[in-house]
């Protein structure tokens, strides 16, 4: 039995995994998240801002310390659409590398739906026909099988991105809501995706919504894997989300992360355009995705 843990440098959050990993099994320790929104006005200015860094490295700083209390064997340190992006992320990797002796692997939109799949298909009991969506702060990755490979595509779609573009005062208007869904439609347009497929949704969206979904009052994500939710279920909170503002999601949905409050109408707002397009069945949860993969992966 080794201690692993897997660190994703996410574009919104920032993630920390620590599991118990042998042949015959993977018992999770310890599951930490900080939205750290990494990716917060690239868009505008090409770099990650040192405010956003400091958030970043405010998260590592105690991530440092709980690998070094459950002294842990190795740990596999990934970034995401946040790093391949800017034009300073070798400088950030450099500075993450320094501090804390972590080497920070930057993934390809490929590699990160392949390592999500890793994750997500090790843990689901059906996995027949599915499309992975893993909504980012910065991309959305799609993952699914096609002639028994399994293919990733990334689209330019994040929760960062479209709120601070669309949704940065919420409610938005009618205007705002039409543009934002042209938007995403408009990239949409470019997956070749034919046939409809059973969705499996990971990571902060597709969580944040279930938990919307169970009204929990306290975040549990044991709660929420392998949960549906229809799409009628999905278009009835996302109307109710629209027309909330970031204070009454705060305190409407005691089960979210008060900071994930400012991108989780974006969020859900893609979530269900999405599904409109691609399933003809509920989306599934799972709490499992690129974190358990990057251990499944190098173990």
Excluded: C, W
Aim: proline residues 1%; negative net charge.
């Amino acid at each position: 039995m080794v201690k692993l843990a897997s660190i994703d440098l996410g574009s919104n959050s920032t993630r920390l995994l620590i599991a118990e990993v042998n042949d015959q099994g993977f018992n999770v320790l310890i599951r930490k998240h900080v939205v750290t929104k990494m990716s917060e006005n690239i868009e505008q200015t090409g770099v990650i801002s040192t405010e956003a860094f400091k958030r970043v490295n405010s998260t590592l700083r105690d991530f440092k310390k709980l690998l070094i209390a459950n002294d842990v064997d190795d740990v596999f340190v990934v970034g995401t659409a946040a790093l391949r992006d800017a034009k300073n992320s070798d400088e950030i990797i450099e500075n993450i590398r320094k501090k804390y002796d972590f080497e920070v692997e930057v993934l390809s939109g490929h590699e990160e739906g392949i390592t999500t799949s890793i994750g997500v298909l090790h843990f689901m009991q059906n996995t027949e026909n599915f499309l992975i969506l893993d909504i980012g702060g910065r991309s959305t990755e799609f993952i699914y099988e096609f002639e028994n490979k399994i293919i990733s595509k990334s689209l330019n779609l994040g929760v960062v991105t479209l709120s601070e573009k669309y949704f940065s005062n919420l409610p938005i208007g009618k205007e705002l809501i039409d543009e934002a869904k042209l938007k995403i439609e408009t990239e949409l347009s470019q997956l070749d995706i034919k046939d409809k497929k059973n969705v499996i949704g990971v990571s902060g969206t597709a969580l944040s919504l279930a938990s919307i979904f169970l009204d929990q009052k306290n975040f549990n994500e044991e709660e929420l894997h392998e949960i549906k939710i229809d799409i009628d279920n999905v278009q009835e909170i996302n109307k109710r989300i629209l027309k909330m503002s970031e204070a009454e999601i705060i305190t409407k949905f005691r089960g979210i992360d008060p900071k994930r409050a400012a991108t989780i109408t974006s969020g859900i707002f893609l979530l269900e355009i999405i599904l409109s397009h691609y399933s003809n069945s509920p989306i599934i949860i799972s709490k499992n995705d690129i974190l358990e993969g990057l251990i499944l992966k190098k173990y």
